[in-house]
């Protein structure tokens, strides 16, 4: 029998066994395939044809489904390789849903385009979970065979496979077997894949409680951060890991720890860059990826992308770390390759490590006692033993602490005054007619300052010159008389009336009022007073220079004793808290004095005022070194010092 002869009798058996528009149930595609087949074949040859069909077949579908761990890649390589030992022109992936098949399935065309969904769908819902279902279809002058057949495998991850072949020499137990082994084989590897996939959520899991159970043992929360860095750098292969949490007080994210060689050679840009991301993490309050998912996510990753750009990484996985309230505790920074992105499992492991291990990392920094405690509980450890040895310990050690020397320093208020200052009075008696200065000018030597009334003086001098011309008439009248002796009284009113002229001519020449010194005019507010009689020695202004100024330091009685003159002594002014002015005592008053209902001695110390900030009467506070004391003594001897008082030693 000819080739030819044969592949007629083939598709007219094929013909006849399988009538367009009926449905058959095919029970057994493996066997009937390869039965069916073998007479077909006529000769050895056929039989072996159909054997290589079936290796080729059952070799290269699992590769295909081994080479990917996604259903579409792997499906378009089962419709090439099914293609090759028939007809296909379609194949339809119907995934099983909680209300049956899913009624958009995953289509793949190796030729053409060809709209069967309608059959393909109606033959794969009407398989059942053990059956293989085939359906013929007639259009246009061409004839189909629908074989679909069930995945059992994963019945709560499976669905149905469905093909459509162009009627040829291939039997329909031919094609069914064809379709029914794919669907085995796909159902095998589903239930791998999700065998797989459990065993990594199991891995993931135990390796979350392992990690959560060794950060509750750390003994600091940097101690807690760093462990977490370098166990979440091994787990997910990522060689640098940064985590940050959030202050308090500023509200930004501070970096906490890094591991990899980001711990040794992170320098302070780096710091800044690692922590600017680890914000931008905390503000977007989602996961972020450079080289972004989507080109909207961008323009909101700039640090992202500045790490890429500085050669820290190729690729960055951040992620905030959340509460289970859902609020931000932190972030984690993931710079790695491109592996990190592609790698499902990594991502699928820092998500589920999120809220786990953020709620941990909390835990430990409430739990973290201060460092003086935990000084402190390893001393009582190193001590143990017995209560009486512990007493014993306890005692030794606060009487070493109280052995201590540390320094004493005497405390007092303090107030700034100038080293010289002047007081200008009113020279005479007279009426104020103007004044230059108000206080806060700087004069200089002889500047005018104020300006007395002459109108008075010259009415005296005026009246004075009169009177002196009367006593000389009458001294020449008594000596034309010969009246020596009222000549001589006229003469001594003469020599008292020009005193007086002088008196009053030194006053008109010195009605204008000057500093004898340079400064700064402290007090003299006179511009109200223009014109008010003044009485000789009234006060008109005070002058001082700021160049050198003097603190005036009130020490206490009780603490007289501890000072002495060369001491240091620190002070801070109230007007400049930030900066405090160190010098030497150089001067203690012999006699106390009262202030603020307290006896006190007054201390100077002298500063330099070049700049001219320091201003006469600022106030603060001193501290005087008195040297060292135990500390003992320091805490005790002020309460000895009141029993023995009290007492009456």
């Known amino acids: 029998m000819s080739d030819h002869a044969t592949t007629s009798a083939s598709e007219a058996t094929a013909q006849e066994s399988f009538v367009v528009g009926d449905r058959a149930e095919v029970t057994s595609g ?43 890649p792997a499906l378009k390589k089962m419709a090439e390789i099914i293609g090759r030992v028939g007809k296909l022109d379609c194949l339809a992936w119907f995934e099983r849903a909680q209300d049956g098949l899913s009624s958009r399935p995953e289509v793949y065309f190796p030729d053409k385009v060809l709209d069967l969904g309608h059959e393909l769908a109606e033959t794969a819902g009407a398989a059942s ?65 999700n065998r797989i996939a459990a065993e990594q959520e199991l891995a993931a899991a135990a390796a979350i409680i392992d990690l959560a159970s060794r950060l509750e043992r750390a003994s600091t929360f940097s101690q807690a951060c760093q462990i977490l860095a370098d166990e979440m750098s091994r787990h997910t292969g990522c060689p640098q890991v940064a985590i940050g949490t959030l ?61 890429v750009e500085d050669g820290i990484a190729t690729c960055v996985i951040g992620s905030p770390l959340r509460n289970r309230d859902g609020s931000v505790y932190g972030a984690w920074l993931f710079p790695g390759d491109s592996t990190l992105v592609e790698s499902q499992a990594t991502s699928r492991f820092i998500l589920a490590c999120e809220y786990r291990l953020a709620e941990t990392l909390e835990l430990v920094k409430r739990a973290q006692r201060p460092a003086w405690k935990r000084t402190l509980d390893q001393i009582l450890k190193t001590a143990g033993g017995s209560p009486r040895r512990t007493a014993t310990f306890a005692t030794v050690m606060i009487a070493g602490l109280l052995a201590i020397p540390l320094p004493h320093n005497v405390s007092g208020k303090c107030e700034l005054q100038p080293v ?67 000549a001589q009284l006229a003469r001594y009113e003469m020599e008292r009336l020009q005193l007086r002229q002088r008196l009053l001519t030194h006053r008109s020449e010195n009605l204008e009022i000057r ?74 008053h012999p006699r106390s004095e009262m202030k603020d209902d307290e006896h006190v001695f007054i201390g100077e110390v002298e500063f330099d005022n070049p700049d001219g900030r320091l201003l006469p009467g600022m106030h603060g506070g001193a501290s005087i070194d008195s040297g060292l004391e135990p500390l003992g003594w320091i805490i005790f001897h002020r309460p000895y010092e009141a029993f023995l008082f009290w007492m009456g030693w």
């Open 30 to 72: 493996f066997s009937e395939f390869i039965v069916d087949s073998l007479p077909q074949a006529g000769s050895r040859a056929g039989s072996g044809n159909v054997a290589a069909h079936f290796l080729t077949v059952l070799r290269q579908l699992p590769l295909c489904l081994a080479e990917s761990d996604d259903n579409a």
């Open 129 to 193: 979970s053990r059956m293989t279902e085939t359906c013929g279809v007639s259009r246009d002058g061409t004839s189909w065979i629908v074989v679909a057949s069930p995945v059992t495998g994963v019945p709560a991850a499976g669905g149905c496979l469905a093909g459509a072949f162009q009627i040829g020499r291939e039997t329909p137990a031919w094609l069914a077997g064809q379709i029914e082994l794919a669907a085995l084989i796909l159902g095998h590897s589903l239930t791998d894949r």
């Open 247 to 307: 202050d308090s007080e500023s509200g930004s994210c501070h970096l906490r720890a890094c591991s990899g060689d980001l711990r040794t050679t992170l320098d302070t840009v780096e710091r800044s860059s690692l922590e600017a991301a680890l914000d931008e993490i905390v503000i977007r309050n989602e996961r972020t990826v450079w080289p972004p998912e989507s080109e909207t996510q961008r323009l909101g990753l700039m640090t992202h992308r500045r790490l």
């Open 420 to 486: 010289t200052r002047r007081f200008i009075a009113a020279p005479f008696a007279g009426t104020l007619d103007k004044t230059l200065v108000e206080p806060g000018d700087v004069v200089v030597a002889n500047q005018l300052l104020a300006r007395m009334d002459d109108r008075e003086i010259k009415l005296e001098v005026a009246g004075a010159d009169a009177e002196h011309h009367r006593a000389a008439k009458e001294r020449d009248t008594h000596l034309a008389k010969q009246d020596i002796a009222s």
């Open 515 to 588: 500093t004898p010194i340079p400064g700064l005019v402290i007090a003299g507010d006179l511009k109200r007073s223009e014109g008010i009689p003044l009485a000789t020695g009234d006060t008109l202004f005070e002058i001082a220079p700021i160049d050198r100024m003097v603190v005036e330091v009130a020490i206490p009685e009780t603490d007289i004793a501890f000072v002495a003159t060369g001491q240091e002594v620190s002070v801070v002014l109230e007007g400049f808290r930030g900066d405090s002015l160190t010098g030497q005592l150089i001067r203690v």
